[in-house]
């Protein structure tokens, strides 16, 4: 079990949903205070931000390398103009932690660079998200490990030996291991969730998911697949002109993935054989072996005076040929349910 601000996280804890607010809010803090406030109606546990500027992740230059292509969304503009219609300014961090706080919300973020971490330190956050695309930045992983705090990593892209290398540079630190496809939007034929349990048991950690399908089925399925983190993104519409929009889901939809996990998490259950409370009165509607006509005393009991019906008051089936037959000791009318007390 982790306990990230007052929440615990585990096996036996409900799922933490994380908002993830990303680039959503269009340069205006106006609407990433509301998306706050839309995560905390929609019931999510957390809300997360991205800790970077255009100049701490990339460098402003527009040869062919830094020219993005293959993604559909985003092609045919350079990293460096991405990331100045996205980035979270960073003085608008206390300021939502204050906002996220004060309506019982956990605030973190997904520090993108060592500068990052240390104002993100200064701010004393709870916890820690490695994005994907960072897993392999070592500089910042080993700066994160040195906080000691728990830590969140997405896993889109990376190998098992990738993951074998970061989990091990965070020996020191609680991990929290989440199941990502790193295709915006994935297709759910992607989302290949029985690598969740995998991860769970190969590395020990806690599982999770970061989703970024269009819908909210597969946050929903990952949870009988021991998902104990589910992070999806938020906005305040899918024409918000966000890069983000097409893979983010609007507070409504937010609301009914929230309610579904949280009916999906109450039919995991425990392993349970024999019937729960409520089907004890359903008992009564098994089949067991009643007189299907009148008879007297000393008649000999065959097929036609016993049958197998509802209800379940009577003997059970298996003991037909064993009461085939048998005298009755009293007269019986139709109807009556057999007992070993009544023939010899």
């Not at 997904?110 to 897993?135: G, Q, R």
Request: charged share 20%; hydrophobic share 40%.
């Amino acid at each position: 079990m982790i306990n990230i601000g007052n929440k615990k996280i585990g096996k036996d804890c409900p799922v933490f949903i994380v908002a993830e607010l990303s680039g959503n809010h269009n340069q205006k803090l106006e609407n990433a205070i509301q998306l706050i406030h839309e995560a905390k109606n929609a019931g999510a546990d957390a809300v997360k931000l991205q800790t970077y500027t255009p100049d701490t992740i990339t460098l402003n230059c527009s040869n062919d390398y830094f020219i993005i292509k293959g993604t559909h969304l985003w092609d045919n503009q350079t990293l460096y103009n991405l990331y100045q219609k996205t980035y979270t300014p960073w003085e608008w961090t206390p300021i939502l932690q204050k906002t996220a706080n004060d309506l019982g919300l956990i605030l973190f973020s997904s520090p993108f660079d060592v500068t990052a971490v240390d104002y993100l330190e200064s701010l004393n956050v709870p916890c820690y998200k490695i994005a994907s695309s960072e897993l392999t930045d070592h500089i910042l992983i080993k700066k994160i490990a040195q906080t000691k705090k728990p830590v969140i990593m997405s896993s889109g892209m990376a190998s098992i030996g990738e993951l074998e290398e970061v989990v091990n540079l965070l020996h020191e630190n609680e991990i929290i291991m989440l199941k990502c496809t790193a295709e915006y939007p994935a297709k759910v034929e992607d989302a290949n969730l029985l690598t969740i349990q995998n991860m769970i048991n190969t590395f020990n950690v806690i599982g999770g998911l970061s989703d970024h399908s269009t819908g909210i089925i597969v946050p929903i399925m990952s949870v009988a697949f021991g998902a104990k983190v589910i992070e999806k993104h938020l906005t305040l519409s899918k024409n918000s002109g966000s890069a983000d929009d097409a893979f983010s889901l609007e507070p409504l939809e937010f609301k009914n993935m929230v309610d579904s996990v949280r009916i999906a998490e109450k039919t995991i259950g425990t392993i349970k054989y024999g019937g729960v409370k409520g089907e004890q009165e359903m008992k009564r509607f098994r089949r067991s072996l009643f007189f299907v006509k009148d008879m007297k005393k000393d008649d000999i009991i065959d097929e036609t005076c016993i049958r197998s019906i509802r209800p379940g008051f009577g003997l059970h089936t298996k003991f037909y040929n064993d009461i085939i037959g048998k005298r009755v000791n009293q007269d019986i009318k139709l109807g009556t349910p057999t007992n070993w007390n009544l023939f010899y």
